[in-house]
């Protein structure tokens, strides 16, 4: 039998519902998008609603799933620390925010309790959020 191909997407905390892009890309593969939706709203109360969530769905044959939910976005959480919307058009000549390293500190830890990170030091993780500050226009001020 053929390996069911996962299902990635970012969806909004508390706030999936059964429309597009969600409804069709779990319903092309026999899923109902209802019962995800309820079962990913519940697992997500405990965030603000549309903090986007990386989530992986993964199908079971017999027309079930299962999904996982990582923590959001670094550049998310970047520009929530920076109060704004988006990123820079030309990240390494334009500054449209700043943030204090207590901020990284605090991304790091949050980070760090993701699965794929929870091996790593938070000094490794702070060094990695301060990479994608930059290359997202943020500048890190002490």
């Not at 069911?4 to 909004?12: C, E, Q, S, T």
């Not at 508390?14 to 779990?26: D, E, H, Q, S, V």
């Not at 794929?116 to 890190?140: P, W």
Request: aromatic share 6%.
């Amino acid at each position: 039998m053929a390996a069911i191909a996962k299902i990635r997407a970012l969806v909004p905390a508390g706030n999936a519902r059964p429309t597009p892009p969600i409804g069709p890309m779990l319903g092309q593969r026999g899923l109902k998008a209802i019962d995800f939706c309820k079962q990913f709203n519940e697992v997500t109360k405990k965030y603000e609603v549309d903090t986007p969530i990386p989530t992986i769905i993964t199908p079971q044959p017999d027309r079930k799933f299962t999904f996982t939910c990582n923590m959001p976005p670094t550049s998310w959480l970047l520009k929530r620390a920076a109060k704004i919307e988006k990123g820079a058009a030309k990240p390494k000549h334009e500054i449209v925010g700043k943030v204090s390293l207590k901020h990284i500190y605090e991304i790091a830890k949050i980070k760090q309790k993701q699965e794929n990170m929870k091996d790593f030091d938070l000094e490794g993780i702070c060094k990695s959020i301060i990479a994608t500050s930059s290359s997202i226009g943020i500048e890190v001020v002490p």
